[in-house]
């Protein structure tokens, strides 16, 4: 089939690797098949209230490097179930759903990439069981999703927490100290192991494996008694001890995106560890850096990959799906099978027997 107009948003937390995605459907939607192409601001958002704008490929120079992404995001825009305030200060949510189909029937688009993780892609599929030809593009530096083996925006993620932990090793010797470093992940522990081992971390807690202070406690001993009071320990912000749930915060903003923010474990095993051991603790959260900055080449060159590949399935008419990397292919995917299913670590894995065998204490 032609393809005449076709529209990209982005939905959901940003990662690096997005502005290469937009790059290369951009430039191939026009190069191949001189179709005109439509940026949707903000996510979902943009659908809704009808903000968006022509993307030519002028716009599209010079932003292979740049993190975030040159569209805007929300993880707040969901259309079926908008959150908002009303007068009186209380949360209520509204379904724009139709009024967004309306928008996107004005826009006359032969299609709508959305490129979003898990939450972004349920709505890109429920907007296609509604008849709108939709196709979905994983990102998430959690790496958590379902139908690929990697997301990109991932391997950056990755590298910036090795980096970090480079830098806690050197400081963290000096010191005789035990360094926590609390990663991303809420239900997967993909960038704490990954760093982890990368990064030479002596205890790397995740989120799969609910972990056991007395564990944590042996190897941190078993280091000072063997001659290094040097600790180094990754925990990923969704990781529990044992018999306890996942350390929250309450912060109020968050209860426009419907989601609960974690946060806060590496200061709570600071302070385990503070009351139990006589070394010093400190723990350093990097958070959103792992978001933002300059994609890693693998993940410029995935983004790529998946968008040039977008735009010719939806040359062929392949709707309700999402592209995805599989063994080094990119392959089709019927967004269906996705059903909000989290991709975890398993805890039986060749990765995880990796940490292991080369001494990483898991916490179990
Ligand atoms: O899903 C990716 C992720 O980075 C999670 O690891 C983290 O919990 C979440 O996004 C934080 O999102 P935000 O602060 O944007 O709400």
Redesign the pocket.
């Known amino acids: 089939m032609s393809l005449k107009r076709i529209g990209i948003l982005t939905g959901g937390?940003d990662c690096s690797g997005l502005n290469a995605v937009i790059r290369a459907v951009t430039r191939s939607a026009i190069i191949k098949y001189e179709a005109e192409v439509i940026g949707i601001e903000e996510g979902f958002e943009g659908l809704i209230f009808d903000r968006h704008r022509k993307l030519t490929i002028a716009d599209t120079k010079d932003i292979l490097p740049l993190g975030g992404t040159i569209l805007g995001t929300t993880?707040k825009g969901d259309p079926f179930e908008y959150r908002e305030f009303d007068k009186e200060g209380s949360l209520t949510t509204k379904d724009y759903s139709q009024q967004s189909i309306e928008n996107f029937k004005r826009l006359e688009l032969d299609c709508l990439f959305v490129v979003g993780?898990d939450g972004t892609l349920q709505i890109g599929y429920r907007f296609f069981q509604k008849g709108l030809p939709m196709i979905g593009i994983p990102k998430?530096?959690?790496n958590d999703l379902v139908g690929t083996d990697y997301t990109f925006g991932y391997q950056t993620a990755v590298q910036v927490a090795c980096d970090a932990l480079d830098r806690l090793q050197t400081t963290g010797e000096s010191h005789h100290r035990i360094m926590i470093l609390e990663v991303?992940?809420?239900e997967a522990g993909w960038i704490g192991l990954e760093a982890g081992i990368s990064g030479g971390a002596h205890v790397i807690l995740i989120p799969e494996i609910p972990y056991d202070l007395e564990k944590v406690l042996e190897k941190i001993h078993l280091r000072k008694e063997g001659g290094s009071p040097f600790s180094l320990i990754v925990v990923a912000?969704g990781a529990k001890e044992v018999g306890k749930e996942a350390i929250t915060s309450e912060a109020a903003s968050t209860r426009l995106?419907g989601v609960v923010?974690?946060g806060g474990v590496g200061n709570y095993i600071a302070n385990q560890l503070s009351d139990r051991i006589n070394l010093e603790v400190r723990c350093t959260v990097l958070g959103?850096t792992q978001?933002g900055g300059t994609p890693l080449a693998f993940d410029r060159v995935l983004g790529t990959r998946l968008g040039t590949r977008a735009v010719e399935a939806a040359a062929e008419g392949e709707f309700g799906i999402m592209v995805a990397l599989k063994a080094q292919e990119i392959v089709l995917v019927p967004l269906e099978s996705l059903a909000g299913i989290v991709r975890q670590v398993p805890v039986n894995s060749q990765l995880v027997g990796t940490a292991e065998s080369i001494g990483i204490c898991l916490g179990r």
């Open positions: 937390g993880n993780g998430t530096i959690d991303m992940g809420r912000e995106q923010q974690l959103h978001r």
